[in-house]
Structure formats: C-alpha cells, structure tokens
C-alpha cells in the first residue's frame, strides 16, 4: 500500500461506502459515482461508461453477467462478513472477464472449470461421458475414469473434453452453466 493511500476504517463508513472504496482500490479501470438521496448514499461503480454495481445500504445489486444472483445482501457478522461479501463481488467481476486485484495486489483470474464424473454434456444432457482427452498413449489406469485417448492423427482444434456417449468435443467453458443477463 502507497504511503499517501488513506486507510478505509470500516467503523467509520456505512457498508456500502466501504465497500464501494474497497472495489474501487482492487478495480482500478472503474469509475465511482455517489447518488444521495433524503436516506441513503447510493454508490454506482462505472466501467467504460457502463453500470456494474449499485451498492446502497441494503446490499449490491449487479448489471453484469453473472452465475450469481442479480443481488447480494451485506453479511453483517463483524468485520469478516463484509470482507467476504466484498471478496464474492471481486471474484465476480474476475469470473465475467474484467481484471481485479486481490487483497494481495495479484490479479484475479477465472476458475477453471471442473470436470467430474457427473459434469453434463451440453448436447445429449447426459451425466457421465465428459472425459478430459489426452493424445496418444499418456492414459494410464489412474486417469481412466476421467480421460479418453484421441489419436495423434485426430484433428480436434485445440478441444479438452469429449462426451463418450454422443462423441461431441469441445472446451470446458462449453459446460458453464449460462451467466444470468441483467435486468435493468
């Protein structure tokens, strides 16, 4: 931290003023605009001109996609609930493409996502067939459960996973479940 970057105290500012300042120092492209009205500060984080968040004092509401609900509520169980929240939201933002930092100044990246044996196949909707492949001969007993061997000669452009069952091949972001669209 800078030597003339104030310190937030969470004491001191409502949660969504903390919050908004604290998104702002790990979001660092962002703008802030503060709303007030007769009974709340309204705190809106800007991107490019583009609405992301409102906070207020009830919780943030998101105008991004994303696989979590539109809203979050503020966790006011001392001090590390709020940082959780406000962790959620950063993690958020990372996981629909925008760089934010973490608490340690290193870039956030987006979750790989997992392939088990119960991952469903975006096409035949079956649970069970997606495999990880892997070229030539690298299978071994072990990994068996979860890959299957595609030739050398096989053209697959760049694809991770296969569904045995239908023989669709594609990469693992096929299988996220679909962001939610915004309501504005």
Known sequence: MAAEEHVLDINALSAAEFSAETILRRFPQATLEVQETASDKIFEIHFKE???LKLD????RYFFPTRRKRSIKWNMDGTDGLLR???FILRDLAEAGY???STANKQLTKRPIHVSRYTQCPI???KGGIKLIFRGDSLTEENSRIST???PAIEINSAEIKCTLCDWIGVREELARKPRKPRY
């Open 50 to 52: 583009k609405i992301l």
């Open 57 to 60: 004092k009830r919780g943030a």
């Open 85 to 87: 929240v406000i962790d």
């Open 99 to 101: 760089e934010v930092l």
């Open 124 to 126: 035949c909707k079956e």
């Open 149 to 151: 061997p595609v030739s």
